[in-house]
């Protein structure tokens, strides 16, 4: 089964300041896609960035970048230029693309960022 | 485009009483999943459904939680007799995998708060 660990439970930045939210998983499989998932308070979780394991450059979008280092099975996301909007829960999660149909994802226990000014 | 719906946003029960949780999903996706999300963890899988079928139920508690999704549209989600531990927040996610199994991007709804005293 895959694991998928945050190691901070919590975190803050000052606004236009930049924070990296570590992430490492535990899989077997060769092939998976890797996601990190933002849940602000009291409202749904939206997508905020993917990567898909056989592609070696790291995943950008707009201030959102990853660090994947597949061997260390690690991913971390950085937030550049943070914004309070960005406070949140930031969840990393798998998905296993082997499964087809059956592909689910499997979340770690999240990371709360805090952003002030 | 409409999003992920579900209702009721909130629910106080007390432990032993019955609990139904709808859900509808974007028009056209064919997988809808439940995830139960307790306060300071992440979300987790309880049932995974393909148009109408049952693709991943392992960690649905089968003795007191049942999911149905009929006409492969809708979904609801019962819990009876509820217990003290099931308080959390259902929530409710729908993929459109027809162009990948595995790519499609989750997307949520704002979920169902459940508080069981």
């Known amino acids: 089964a895959q694991t998928v660990t945050q190691s901070q439970p919590e975190m803050s930045v000052q606004e236009a300041e930049t924070v990296t939210l570590s992430c490492t998983y535990d899989?077997?499989?060769?092939?998976?896609?890797l996601f990190w998932y933002k849940q602000p308070p009291s409202r749904q979780m939206i997508l905020v960035i993917r990567?898909?394991?056989?592609?070696?450059q790291n995943a950008t979008e707009n201030r959102f970048s990853v660090n994947f280092q597949k061997a260390a099975k690690s991913f971390s996301l950085k937030i550049s230029d943070s914004q309070l909007g960005d406070t949140a829960m930031y969840f990393c999660?798998?998905?296993?693309?082997?499964?087809?149909?059956?592909?689910?994802?499997?979340f770690g226990t999240g990371t709360r960022l805090q952003v002030t000014l | 485009e409409a999003g992920v719906a579900q209702s009721p946003r909130y629910k106080i029960i007390e432990k032993r009483q019955s609990v139904a949780f709808w859900c509808n999903p974007i028009?056209?996706?064919?997988?809808l999943y439940w995830y139960q999300q307790i306060l300071g963890q992440g979300p987790k899988l309880l049932i995974q459904?393909?148009?109408?079928?049952?693709?991943?139920d392992s960690q649905l508690p089968k003795d007191r939680f049942s999911a149905e999704r009929l006409k492969g549209v809708d979904s609801t989600l019962k819990i009876q007799p509820a217990k003290l531990e099931d308080s959390a927040v259902y929530l409710c996610a729908s993929r459109d995998n027809r162009d990948s199994p595995w790519a499609g991007e989750l997307f949520f709804g704002e979920g169902s708060r459940l508080t069981v005293l």
């Open positions: 028009s056209g996706h064919a997988t």
């Open positions: 999660a798998f998905m296993n693309s082997h499964t087809g149909t059956a592909s689910k994802l499997t």
């Open positions: 899989t077997s499989e060769n092939n998976y896609y």
């Open positions: 459904f393909q148009n109408n079928g049952v693709v991943d």
């Open positions: 990567q898909e394991a056989y592609k070696q």
